[in-house]
Every structure is written in structure tokens, then in C-alpha cells.
């Protein structure tokens, strides 16, 4: 309970790097049976997120907090700053859309390699513009408007993208055989 107090104090004096990681320590010392108290740190560890600007991240930590206690205030915030596919709201549904769609292909791509990651911008580049000429293809073929939740994962994940394998070794000349800095990518939660 101390370092939730402290993550509370230090979000209240806007430090929220340090609120974050009082409510990092929080979490690690709370027993899971205090599932109430449990949700609250959560809570405010997406608070915390958002005011530094990890908007996702704030969504994932909601999230779980709804799914641990389903009294928690989180759900308040999920309605208001996430959107159907559990990430924080864009400006546009198809933004909303394309994000969702680039997240699962980069899954897909990121499955198939021995590292999953991504190792140079390079990579990253590449991936990125095939993942958007499949994009461009299917907002011409489907009116994702009219589509459920549902069923616009389904068409998202039946998209028939063929990835080259990429190889750091093989990689265009001057590429770096090392992670490009905050390149290394986990699978998303949602999905």
C-alpha cells in the first residue's frame, strides 16, 4: 500500500515517470487475492500511461484492471479513450481499422521469424509498405463500414500478405545486424 500512496503522490505532483514506477513496484508486492486493490493500481498505472503519452499501453493496463475487478473505474476510461479493438481511439475509424490490420500482419510477420523482431529500420520500412499495398487493396475490395467487429478481424486475419524473409545477414547494404533502437516488438495483446 505504500508504493501505491507514493505512485498517487508523485502522479498528483505530474512526475508521472516516477508514479510509474511506484505503481510498478505496487503491483510486483500486492497478493492477487486483494483483486480490489490489484484493479486500482492498474487503473492507475493506464492513467499514469496516457499522461506520458503511451496511449496503447494505457489501454492494455484498463484492460486488464476490467478484467481483474468489473467495478473498476477502468471502464469508464475504455469507453472513453479506447477503441472496439481494445487500443486507444484514433481520430478516425479507419485509422482504427488500418492500426488494428498493421498490428495483425506485423504478428503474422514477427510469428514466422526466428527472433520476432524487428532488426533494422530497413525491415521495419518494408514490412510496413506491404502491410499498407494489402491495406490500400482491401479498403478497395470491402466496405469495412458496413462490416461487425467480428467480421472485419476475420477478413483482417484471412489476408493473404507473402513475406519475405529477411534476413539480417542478407539485408540491404549498410544494414545493421543489431536491433535498431526501440525496434524490438512484442506481440500484441488483443487479437
Same mark, same amino acid.
Given at each position: 500500500?505504500?508504493?501505491?500512496?507514493?505512485?498517487?503522490?508523485?502522479?498528483?505532483?505530474?512526475?508521472?515517470?516516477?508514479?510509474?514506477?511506484?505503481?510498478?513496484?505496487?503491483?510486483?508486492?500486492?497478493?492477487?487475492?486483494?483483486?480490489?486493490?490489484?484493479?486500482?493500481?492498474?487503473?492507475?498505472?493506464?492513467?499514469?500511461?496516457?499522461?506520458?503519452?503511451?496511449?496503447d499501453?494505457?489501454?492494455?493496463?484498463?484492460?486488464?484492471?476490467?478484467?481483474?475487478?468489473?467495478?473498476?473505474?477502468?471502464?469508464?476510461?475504455?469507453?472513453?479513450?479506447?477503441?472496439?479493438?481494445?487500443?486507444?481511439?484514433?481520430?478516425?475509424?479507419?485509422?482504427?481499422?488500418?492500426?488494428?490490420?498493421?498490428?495483425?500482419?506485423?504478428?503474422r510477420?514477427?510469428? @514466422?521469424?526466428?527472433?520476432?523482431? %524487428?532488426?533494422?529500420?530497413? =525491415? +521495419?520500412?518494408? /514490412?510496413?509498405? $506491404?502491410?499498407?499495398? #494489402?491495406?490500400?487493396?482491401?479498403?478497395?475490395?470491402?466496405?469495412?463500414?458496413? @462490416?461487425?467487429?467480428?467480421e472485419? %478481424?476475420?477478413?483482417?486475419? =484471412? +489476408?493473404?500478405? /507473402?513475406?519475405? $524473409?529477411?534476413?539480417? #545477414?542478407?539485408?540491404?547494404?549498410?544494414?545493421?545486424?543489431?536491433?535498431?533502437?526501440?525496434?524490438?516488438?512484442?506481440?500484441?495483446?488483443?487479437?
Amino acid at each position: 500500500m505504500v508504493y501505491y500512496k507514493q505512485g498517487l503522490r508523485r502522479l498528483a505532483r505530474h512526475k508521472p515517470h516516477l508514479a510509474l514506477k511506484a505503481f510498478h513496484a505496487a503491483v510486483a508486492v500486492c497478493p492477487v487475492t486483494e483483486v480490489s486493490r490489484l484493479a486500482r493500481i492498474l487503473y492507475y498505472t493506464g492513467v499514469t500511461l496516457k499522461k506520458i503519452g503511451a496511449h496503447d499501453e494505457a489501454a492494455r493496463f484498463w484492460s486488464v484492471s476490467r478484467k481483474v475487478c468489473k467495478t473498476t473505474p477502468a471502464l469508464h476510461c475504455m469507453r472513453w479513450f479506447c477503441n472496439e479493438y481494445g487500443m486507444a481511439r484514433q481520430d478516425f475509424i479507419d485509422t482504427d481499422d488500418w492500426r488494428a490490420f498493421y498490428l495483425i500482419q506485423l504478428r503474422r510477420y514477427l510469428h @514466422m521469424k526466428e527472433s520476432h523482431c %524487428l532488426q533494422t529500420q530497413a =525491415e +521495419a520500412d518494408m /514490412i510496413r509498405d $506491404l502491410v499498407y499495398e #494489402a491495406w490500400a487493396v482491401l479498403k478497395t475490395s470491402v466496405c469495412l463500414e458496413e @462490416m461487425s467487429l467480428e467480421e472485419k %478481424l476475420l477478413v483482417f486475419h =484471412e +489476408a493473404g500478405i /507473402i513475406f519475405p $524473409l529477411f534476413h539480417p #545477414a542478407e539485408g540491404p547494404p549498410g544494414g545493421s545486424r543489431h536491433p535498431a533502437p526501440g525496434m524490438k516488438l512484442r506481440h500484441a495483446d488483443k487479437f
